[in-house]
């Protein structure tokens, strides 16, 4: 059975994904739970286009129902509905000083400001890994579990929340979060 609230959702929030410049032409993507399968924007798609008939309906491991061609990034955004339950909605972007961020050596951990610190209070770091692959999957998995947002190197964030609205706006916190570090640090200049 198709969710048509669910669907309209997810498209909403990828359009303000565009609109709010968090990602650019066919970069990043979103998921969200519903009822017994999973919907996510599909490979090579521009979200600020993306229409409820571009969603490609995914089961829990990963075979394709209904749609297009899912994002390649589909297993991370499995990996963390299976490590966390109460999250509805996973938010993939590439934010400019996310990513900036994301790709300088973060051995000695930013500074959190204070909002950051109650929003993120704690922001996992992966190092490089393939897109799409198994082991990319695999350490957002792990990483899920116990942090609130995720810093990937050279490759984005991701973000989450209880529907796509949600883990949009965790985005953009994140995103300015990166932006004032790198302003204060003078890391990403």
């Known amino acids: 059975m198709v969710d048509w609230l669910a669907e309209r ?3 909403e929030a990828a359009h303000a ?5 968090l990602v650019t032409a066919t970069d990043g993507n979103l998921s969200m739970r519903s009822r017994e399968t999973y919907l996510i924007t599909p490979s090579g798609c521009e979200k600020r286009a993306l ?3 571009d ?3 995914l089961t829990i491991d990963g075979k394709l129902v209904e749609g297009p061609a899912p994002s390649s990034e589909w297993a991370f955004h499995l990996a963390i509905y299976a490590k966390r339950p109460e999250i509805n909605a996973v938010c993939h ?5 996310a990513t900036a961020l994301a790709s300088q050596d973060l051995a000695e951990r930013p500074r959190l400001l204070f909002d950051a610190e109650r929003r993120f209070p704690r922001i996992a770091y992966i190092p490089r890994l393939a897109p799409g692959s198994a082991e990319l999957a695999e350490a957002v998995g792990r990483a899920a579990a116990e942090c609130d947002a995720i810093l990937l190197a050279d490759h984005g964030a991701i973000t989450w929340g209880e529907n796509p609205q949600v883990a949009v706006h965790q985005m953009a916190a994140l995103e300015r979060w990166a932006r004032t570090i790198c302003i204060l640090e003078n890391r990403c200049m």
Do not use: F, R
Request: glycine share 0%; hydrophobic share 45%.
């Open 55 to 57: 969603l490609s309906h």
């Open 51 to 53: 229409e409820v008939k």
């Open 9 to 11: 959702m997810l498209v």
């Open 93 to 97: 972007a590439h934010p400019d000083m």
């Open 17 to 21: 994904l565009a609109q709010d410049h």
